[in-house]
């Protein structure tokens, strides 16, 4: 797979976790308060954070891809499947 033939759902993430009421430090999740809390992110400024989570969402992704992958997940309750659009295997077909 090319690194431009991926779209993660980071803002449909964003949208899921703000249906399911989940929250950070007591906050709704937005783009800015998740980017605040993935570790390789928190020093960075607001104009920084939305940079990234847009190259990341449109597959431009830079080192520690994981780490921020397992962390979206975390804060938003999705799993990677869901992120990369993967149709999530069920028990027959393993």
């Known amino acids: 797979m090319d ?10 993430a964003i949208l899921y976790a703000r249906l399911n009421k989940k929250t950070i430090n007591g906050e709704k999740i937005t783009k800015q308060s998740l980017g605040k809390n993935i570790s390789v992110w928190k020093e960075k400024n607001s104009k ?7 190259n990341l969402s449109k597959g431009h992704t830079g080192k520690k891809f994981v780490r921020i992958i397992r962390e979206i997940c975390e ?3 999705v799993d990677a499947n869901f992120l990369f659009q993967i149709k999530p295997m069920d028990d027959e077909s393993k």
């Open 3 to 12: 690194e431009k033939d991926f779209i993660l759902l980071v803002e449909e």
């Open 48 to 54: 920084s954070i939305n940079a990234n989570i847009h």
């Open 75 to 77: 804060l938003t309750g």
